[in-house]
Structure formats: C-alpha cells, structure tokens
C-alpha cells in the first residue's frame, strides 16, 4: 500500500496517483469543474474574506514586520511572515516565486518561495478548513529544491514553532501530517511525521482540499484527529496520541504555507467540523 506511518495511528489512506479536479463545495456557490472562482469571495464563517475586486496586493511580510508603517498593507483577517499574498483575477496569488527582500508593494519581489500566511483568529480548534487550489508549477534551483516543497495548509498554529501541517501537493507526490513542537533545529522547533502516503496532485488544474483537526479519546487516552481530503478522496485520517510527543490539543490559527511553487488558492471556509 506504500503508506508510512510513524508516530501516529493511520486510520485510512488514499493512494491515488492522479486526484482529478472537482467543482467546489462551499456555502456560496458550486462552480463548474475546472472553473476558477472569478468574482467569488473567499469566506469564513468567522469574518470575511474577500478575494474579489481589482487586482491587488492584499498583504505581505513587509506588514508584518513593519506594522506601524504608513506604507504597509495590512490584511484584518491574515498575518503574513513571509512571502507576498496578491489577488489576481479573483482569486488569491502567491505571485512569482523568489527570494528577494520585499517592499511595502512587493514590487522589488515578493519572496513567495518561502510562503506563510496565517490568520489573525488563533482560537480555531476543532476545526474544518476548505478551499480550492491550483498549484502553476514547481520552482527553485537544484540547491534549493526538497522533496517536501509544494503546498501545505496549516492547522492549531500557535507560533512558527508549534502546529499541525498538513501537506496537500509536494514535489515528491506524497501527502503528510506532521506535528511541530518547540525546540529544535528548524526554526525553533520539531518536526514529528505522523504519516505519509502517495497522493500526487495534477498541476494547472483546479482542486478542492479539506482539511481538519479535532479531539478525541481514543482507548482513554487522549488525542487528536487529523484527516486530509482532496478532491472528495480522503488521502490520510491519523490520529496523534503523543509519541515522541504530546497531541496539540489547545487552539490556534489556520493557515497556507508554501515552499518554491507557484500557486492560486480562492473559496476558503474556515467552521467546526461536519
């Protein structure tokens, strides 16, 4: 079945090679396969997003960490340490990837290969996170490249040391769900895979992606459930019950992270689980 599991309890796997696209399932609407969002807006029950209008900058890490400059362009709902976030033809864009340092408008560069956008909201807990995306193409030299590049959404982040990550579209055609503590080498903290299976995604084609987090007891312990779903197919259900670890059972915000790809995402939902 080519399914790894490590520190976690695999409750199911998908192991597609190929996840074809499918028409969204939001609250607003149900657009026809393959049909980007256009005028929709991206909507989350706890306040709104909106990705429709002209094309614009909608923020970048510059707001982060200048956040008291008259210049910065700040977003109410996300916090964005890295990268720049446009919207381009109605839908949200990580713009062209590079590693340059990024001004109040991103025009010196955007510095979306290292892409992290997060929302200001960090009491999400059990917690269900929609949306469809397009990954355009893989970039990044050979010196750069990593097998775990591609698209990823965060889940229960507190901090860039601590969260869930659930890996959507990588390089390798794998998905994941690791569990990050603090302390450690990669960016204060440490990674744990929970598990990985095979899940390539076509690229310059419209997804649908589910993520969620919540919960549980399992056999009087406690845990956390984690399922990823792309388009309909459940591609891993896992359950953290600690391990070299303690399940992330406390709230935290839901975000995109991506590295070296160029991507669009639109129609996000963020509300409890089904």
Sequence with gaps: MAV???????????TS??????????????PSPGTPAGSAASRNVYGALVFGGADRL????????NPTAPDAVSSPVWDMTSGSLFVRNGVGYSGRPDRRTVDARSTSGTNSAVFRLVTKNR?????????????????????????????????????ETQMYVASLARRDGR?????????????GGTYTLLASA???????????????????????????????EVDG??????????????????????GVRADNCEFEFTDVVVGPPR
């Design 58 to 65: 909608l923020t970048n890490e510059y707001a982060h960490w």
């Design 123 to 159: 009491t999400y807990k059990d917690v269900r996170f929609a949306m469809r995306f397009r990954l355009l193409r893989f970039t990044g030299g050979e010196a750069s490249r990593d097998d775990w590049d591609g698209l990823h959404l965060w889940l229960r982040y507190h901090d």
């Design 175 to 187: 998905t994941a769900v690791k569990r990050k503590d603090p302390g450690g080498e990669s960016n």
């Design 17 to 30: 090679t190929n996840l074809s696209p499918t028409g969204a399932t939001t609250a607003t609407r149900t």
């Design 233 to 254: 197919a459940t591609t891993l259900d896992v359950l953290d019950e600690g391990g070299t670890g303690t399940p992330l059972r406390t709230p935290g915000g839901v």
């Design 198 to 228: 095979p899940a390539a995604v076509s690229l310059q084609e419209w997804h649908t992606a589910v993520v969620t987090a919540r919960d549980i007891t399992h056999e009087g312990r406690d845990a956390v459930r984690v399922t990823v």
């Design 4 to 14: 790894l599991a490590l520190s976690g309890t695999l409750l199911s796997a998908c």
